[in-house]
């Protein structure tokens, strides 16, 4: 049984939006820490943002700040990324993973559970 599922990639033009939803497992994952990473062809995973269940929120590099807000809605067990002014090199593959209770890192070591991922392309 998946704990993480992402949805909502897709293809966007320069300067489009786009939200990503990360559902995860009420049983397992319920007070985890979720994070955004993303992995550019070529290039190693990066992360982009993390939220805690209670909602403080960490944004990583040039990667998440400024064009990227990350959310989470415990009712639903659904984390969002939301990005704004998309540029070609935002295209890659957008993970969701957790980790536990509290703590928000960027390094993907630190992240013990991992979705599938969702492809996003930038392209005109």
């Known amino acids: 049984q998946l704990q993480l599922v992402e949805s909502g990639g897709g293809s966007v033009q320069p300067g489009g939006s786009l939200r990503l939803s990360c559902l995860f497992s009420?049983?397992?994952?319920?007070?985890?820490?979720i994070a955004w990473f993303r992995q550019a062809p070529g290039k190693e995973r990066e992360a982009i943002s993390c939220?805690?269940?209670?909602?403080?929120?960490?944004i990583y590099g040039h990667s998440g700040k400024g064009r990227f807000d990350i959310s989470r809605d415990n009712t639903k067990n659904t984390v969002y990324l939301q990005g704004y002014g998309l540029q070609s090199e935002d295209t890659g593959l957008y993970y969701c993973?957790?980790?536990?209770?509290?703590?928000?890192?960027?390094?993907?070591?630190?992240?013990?559970?991992w979705g599938q991922g969702t492809q996003v392309t930038v392209s005109s």
């Open positions: 009420e049983y397992s994952l319920n007070d985890a820490s």
């Open positions: 993973a957790a980790t536990r209770p509290g703590l928000c890192v960027p390094d993907a070591s630190d992240y013990p559970t």
């Open positions: 939220i805690t269940k209670g909602g403080a929120r960490a």
